[in-house]
């Protein structure tokens, strides 16, 4: 007897998209990336996230290689984190603002700015970023990867 791929897995493949991410910034970690991607979109659970992919020009890792497709993602699961969500996702956008445009300062990051870099135009494609990774522990005792963005030099 034949399963269905939806019985099996359920609803969301005609809607998903192809080979989007799936390989994140890994710990201990020095990167330079090229940004490829920036979006918002909300997860099926319901909760709005924010996206960057980038394609990884070096790294210090032994897992991630030049070339490799490298996603850093911010989700707000829950309320209480909204001030360290946007705090990461503008540092991640005035860093790849900034590749372009380094007089640009964090109070330039708006949520139209925010609209725009997300937009299907992509403004931020092939902007350079150097990414951080380091472990943490969160204030609830569990693993973290987490990531600090700076612009990378022009040039």
């Not at 850093?72 to 946007?86: C, G, P, R, S």
């Not at 330039?108 to 472990?135: K, N």
Request: proline letters at 6%; charged letters at 15%.
């Amino acid at each position: 007897m034949s399963v269905s791929i939806s019985q099996l897995f359920g609803d969301g493949f005609n809607s998903a998209d192809s080979g989007g991410g799936g390989v994140y910034f890994k710990a201990p970690g020095l990167y330079l990336c090229k940004v490829s991607k920036v979006k918002v979109d909300r997860a099926q659970a319901g909760f709005p996230y924010f996206l960057m992919e980038f394609e990884c020009i070096e790294s210090s890792h032994p897992d991630i290689k030049e070339g490799m497709t490298v996603s850093w993602m911010a989700t707000l699961k829950n309320e209480t984190f909204k001030a360290t969500f946007w705090s990461n996702v503008k540092g991640a956008v005035l860093a790849a603002v900034q590749h372009s445009n380094p007089q640009i300062s964090a109070p330039e990051i708006t949520d139209a700015v925010l609209q725009q870099v997300c937009s299907e135009a992509q403004p931020l494609t092939g902007s350079l970023v150097r990414a951080q990774a380091s472990d943490i522990r969160t204030k609830a005792g569990n693993p973290f990867t987490k990531v600090v963005f700076s612009p990378a030099p022009r040039g």
